[in-house]
């Protein structure tokens, strides 16, 4: 008898029923060492699967088209921890990510070389359309936004000013938490996967109010894992 075959899995050894099990633990949040025990499968074959979800989710993530609303904007840094001494944007050891947050929507994350405006306006023009209203930071890389067709709030954190009305990150500024939060617990992350762990925090944001499970069985439904 031929083994049945996975319909979210191309060309894949294992069955519907180890996967769709596997799948859970991932959207559980399990580490792949634990999902591997509970499973059977081999470590290596958790890890690949693990990494193959995240690619997909990265791949879904770039696909978001351009919207009109209010967004938050923000950079942060991810990595080593900082060295005494270095504070601030381009604190040594550290990658720099910058996010943009619709409000009331998803947040957007990418890594960037540095938080230059030459880095970030071009994520801003991809996410936010003209029209759209902006609120940030203090950051000089922000300066001229108004120019780019946008309105734009500041909050100024040098000041110790954290909001005042509607000028705020508050929004962005959890979703920083979140995944810093939930990237600590893999005790380090490699420089070439880090991106695809990045997106996976951001994709479980985006549907942290909605069963992960059915949303990752619809879509690998309608395009297999390869």
Request: aromatic residues 12%; hydrophobic residues 35%; charged residues 25%.
């Amino acid at each position: 008898m031929p083994k049945p075959k996975n319909k979210y899995l191309n060309h894949s050894h294992i069955s519907e029923k180890v996967f769709r099990n596997l799948l859970r633990y991932f959207c559980h949040d399990e580490t792949a060492a634990k999902a591997a025990m509970y499973t059977g499968l081999h470590r290596n074959t958790v890890n690949r699967m693990y990494m193959l979800l995240r690619k997909r989710m990265a791949e879904m993530s770039i696909a978001e088209a351009q919207e009109i609303g209010e967004f938050e904007i923000d950079e942060s840094y991810f990595g080593a921890r900082r060295i005494r001494g270095k504070r601030g944007r381009g604190a040594a050891g550290k990658t720099p990510v910058f996010g943009v947050l619709k409000r009331g929507g998803k947040v957007y994350v990418n890594i960037v070389k540095n938080c230059s405006r030459e880095q970030l306006l071009p994520i801003i023009q991809g996410k936010a359309l003209q029209g759209s209203t902006i609120y940030s930071d203090g950051w000089r890389a922000y300066d001229g936004l108004i120019l780019n067709g946008y309105d734009h709030y500041r909050v100024h954190h040098h000041e110790n000013e954290f909001a005042r009305g509607k000028n705020h990150i508050n929004g962005i500024e959890s979703f920083w938490s979140f995944a810093k939060r939930r990237l600590r617990k893999f005790n380090g992350i490699t420089s070439d996967t880090f991106h695809l762990h990045l997106k996976e925090s951001e994709f479980r944001w985006n549907h942290r109010h909605s069963n992960l499970y059915a949303i990752l069985l619809h879509v690998l439904k309608r395009t297999p894992l390869n």
